[in-house]
């Protein structure tokens, strides 16, 4: 199966979209959503990229990232995101609740995977207006809403909304965005 090309073009800002492993609600655990923050704000710091906005549900991700350089690209970003949290957390399966493995585990060929994020890059789509940005930041903020896990956005611990409505401290540090992206 061919792998779909990200496309960055300089300047614009990106909204990433990745799921679990079978969309297995992983990220409900609070352990599992504070290694996706640390492993965020480590990857932040190798690919110099800015976090506008996020929300992160039981089963799958959403990120909005402008990569500081017009050589960087998303798909490293994502990789070096999604790639420390999973090796951590099939660790800790194996350590603490091995009858998981069987469920996460796949053949290719002679080769085992174990899988904590589903196959592939996810969803990257490039935002190249003020319009677009402000729709897909309410479009993350209201996905737990629409999933019936809170009644208002900024309810969910795991998402930037509360920041965006009132400079509330949320668990993982949000950019600000740029004056031109906000007309």
Not at 56 to 64: Q, Y
Not at 108 to 132: A, C, H, M
Request: net charge positive; glycine share 4%; proline share 7%.
């Amino acid at each position: 199966m061919p792998h779909r090309k990200n496309i960055h073009e300089p300047g614009h800002a990106h909204e990433l979209t990745f799921s679990c492993y079978q969309r297995y609600p992983f990220l409900k655990a609070e352990r599992c959503c504070q290694w996706l923050a640390e492993s965020i704000e480590q990857s932040r710091k190798k690919h110099r990229f800015r976090l506008w906005s996020y929300v992160f549900m039981p089963d799958h991700v959403h990120l909005i990232v402008f990569p500081a350089s017009d050589s960087e690209d998303t798909s490293r970003i994502r990789h070096s995101i999604k790639s420390p949290v999973g090796k951590r957390a099939i660790r800790f399966l194996a350590d603490h609740d091995p009858q998981w493995l069987s469920r996460i585990t796949r053949w290719r060929g002679q080769k085992k995977e174990r899988l904590f994020w589903q196959s592939g890059g996810g969803y990257d789509r490039n935002i190249f207006t003020p319009e677009v940005l402000r729709q897909m930041i309410d479009y993350i903020h209201a996905n737990p809403v629409r999933k019936n896990l809170v009644e208002r956005p900024r309810d969910w611990k795991w998402s930037s909304a509360a920041w965006y409505d009132d400079r509330t401290e949320v668990p993982l540090r949000v950019d600000p965005i740029p004056k031109d992206w906000l007309e």
